[in-house]
């Protein structure tokens, strides 16, 4: 199956820095984009910023300028630098992994807490 391992949660001041990652296995296919969502409490879940195969990449306005979503060579690690955070960032992360074609199958990794405050 399709398994995707995150790391890099923890807490942080405002202003300060964190560098999440997410390693995807079990792919046996060859088109997808992968990506991170968030969902604080109380919120539905939201899209952060995607990363295709070609390297195009999307974010959400609130994070613009702040947070920047990579890959590795092998296009099955992604990583999202956040910087500047703020106390409205706090919430739980989330990789994800979207299939291309008809389906658009996602596979989701377990989440990681990220918590700004002073």
């Known amino acids: 199956q399709v398994q995707l391992v995150e790391s890099g949660g923890g807490l942080v001041q405002p202003g300060g820095s964190l560098r999440l990652s997410c390693a995807a296995s079990g792919i046996f296919f060859s088109e997808y984009v992968m990506g991170w969502y968030r969902q604080a409490l109380g919120k539905q879940r939201e899209l952060v910023a995607t990363?295709?195969?070609?390297?195009?990449?999307n974010y959400v306005d609130s994070v613009k300028g702040r947070f920047t979503i990579s890959r590795d060579n092998a296009k099955t690690t992604i990583s999202l630098q956040m910087n500047s955070l703020k106390p409205e960032d706090t919430a739980v992360y989330f990789c994800?992994?979207?299939?291309?074609?008809?389906?658009?199958?996602?596979?989701w990794g377990q989440g990681t807490q990220v918590t700004v405050s002073s």
């Open positions: 990363i295709t195969n070609g390297g195009m990449t």
């Open positions: 994800k992994l979207t299939r291309l074609g008809l389906t658009r199958a996602g596979y």
